[in-house]
Each structure stands twice: as structure tokens, then as C-alpha cells.
């Protein structure tokens, strides 16, 4: 069975542009979340959706968002980049009917701010 | 506020050593994932835990989850390079919470 997908894997964007990144979770999952990795703040929680509505959202500002489509494929915007929002951005899905399912990531989007 | 540490933060070892990563908390988790994770790629789920005093072996891996729920350890024996990577353990606090929490991760490092 396919794991997650997430899309684009390496992109380079300049500073005020935004950026749209797509996950597709793994067939039959309905939640997906979204993590941002750097090296000095680790792997933190930005969002995550289940049939399309947002049920938890890290402490990240209003220039990241994020959305659920009816076939539980993901988006997430960040719009007026800056260089700290250089990061690996990953995406993560489970079954999501319970919280004590097991969350499987995929290899995650590299973002760089020039 | 919840925090998960994670210690050591740093590992080097030789080939056919034993290694352990711990993972505490001052909360008790609803239940833990071990993942690890290689340069350039997303984490690997290992395993996951939710019961109290819980042991899980994976091949050379031992993983297990303390009575209290707070804390949890990873033993690997024998190690090889082929374990080397970025060690993440994963928490979730509340039945409700469907996010998780993340260690900062041990970084080991397996010498041939």
C-alpha cells in the first residue's frame, strides 16, 4: 500500500513569495497533519484535519494555513515567506477515528526562503 | 505546557555496542511512538506504545514504556551503521489530543 506523498520534495522560493505544498495521505487514512523540522526548534505541530476540518492548530502565525479536500488530500499555503520559514515541512497521516492511532509521515517537502 | 526530553542528545558507538535513548515527560502520555529518522527523509515509525510497563522488541530493538506512563527507552543491541540516524520519541497527552509532541531527538551515530 502506498505511503504518504507529499509534493513538491525540494522547491526554493524568495522572501514575500507564498508557497503551496500537497500531501496525499496513505489510502483509507482520513487525518493528516502537518509538522514543520528545523534544526534548531525540532519537528513542532502546525495543524492537523479530519474530513475536511481543522482540529488542532499549533502555535505558528496566520501566514500558514492549511486545508482538507473531500478525498482527504492536503494543502498547506505560507504566504509572505521569510527566511526563518526555511524548514522541512512534513505531512503526516493516520485513520484518524481515534487519538491512539499510529501517525506514518511522509518524506516531506524541503523549503528554502532565498 | 508539556515538555518531552529526550537524552542523550548525541551518540557515537562502535559497531556490535548496546545503546539506550530515553524519553521522559512530566505528563503522562496517552500513548508514545518511536520513529527514526535519516538525513533528508521524513521519520519511520519503529513503534508504538500505550500501555503501562509495556515491552516491545523489533528484531535487536527493545523498546519500553515505563509503569507511571511518563517515561519510555529504547535499547538497541548490538548496534550496526545501518542504525545509525536521528532518534525521535512521540507523545500524545490527552485521549482528545490528535497531535503529537516531539523529543528532540538523539542523533547515534554507529561506527564500523
Known amino acids: 500500500k502506498a505511503g504518504v506523498t507529499q509534493t513538491p520534495r525540494y522547491l526554493i522560493k524568495t522572501r514575500g513569495q507564498q508557497v503551496t505544498l500537497s500531501c496525499s495521505p496513505i489510502s483509507g487514512h482520513r487525518s493528516v497533519s502537518w509538522y514543520q523540522q528545523t534544526p534548531g526548534q525540532g519537528l513542532q505541530f502546525l495543524f492537523e484535519?479530519?474530513?475536511?476540518?481543522?482540529?488542532n492548530k499549533g502555535n505558528f502565525p496566520g501566514r500558514f494555513s492549511g486545508r482538507q479536500f473531500s478525498n482527504s488530500r492536503s494543502e498547506m499555503n505560507v504566504s509572505t515567506l521569510e527566511l526563518g520559514d526555511s524548514a522541512l515541512y512534513l505531512c503526516a497521516s493516520s485513520l484518524g477515528g481515534t487519538s491512539g492511532n499510529t501517525i506514518y509521515f511522509g518524506e516531506g517537502s524541503w523549503l528554502t526562503v532565498v | 505546557t508539556q515538555l518531552l526530553e529526550q537524552s542523550p542528545q548525541f551518540l557515537s558507538i562502535q559497531e556490535g555496542e548496546n545503546l539506550t535513548v530515553y524519553c521522559n515527560s512530566s505528563s503522562v502520555f496517552s500513548s508514545l511512538q518511536w520513529y527514526r529518522q535519516e538525513p533528508g527523509e521524513g521519520p519511520v515509525l519503529l513503534v508504538t506504545?500505550?500501555?503501562?510497563?509495556e515491552v516491545k522488541k523489533l528484531k535487536r530493538l527493545t523498546f519500553q514504556f515505563g509503569d507511571a506512563r511518563k517515561d519510555s527507552s529504547l535499547h538497541i543491541t548490538a548496534a550496526q551503521p545501518g542504525d545509525t540516524g536521528l532518534y525521535l520519541c512521540a507523545g500524545r497527552y490527552d485521549l482528545n489530543d490528535y497531535k503529537l509532541s516531539f523529543g528532540a531527538g538523539t542523533t547515534v551515530t554507529v561506527r564500523a
Open positions: 484535519y479530519f474530513s475536511e476540518t481543522q482540529r
Open positions: 506504545v500505550v500501555t503501562g510497563g
